[in-house]
């Protein structure tokens, strides 16, 4: 496996997009606001844990 390489079935970005959809979706049902900033906050530790863990060592270290 290349060293650039990534395991995910998708990547951080689209993940983070979709979750964030599901989570907006979910507040306006709740009649709740879901602000940028929380979008932001959402999708920050979800880029990041994709970007870490889709790497083809951190995988295969398990």
Do not use: C, H
Request: proline residues 5%.
């Amino acid at each position: 496996m290349w060293p650039n390489a990534r395991i995910s079935v998708m990547g951080g970005e689209q993940a983070a997009t979709v979750l964030a959809t599901i989570a907006k979706d979910q507040k306006a049902r709740e009649g709740k606001q879901f602000s940028e900033a929380d979008e932001a906050a959402l999708k920050e530790p979800i880029i990041r844990r994709f970007e870490e863990e889709g790497n083809p060592y951190y995988s295969s270290a398990r």
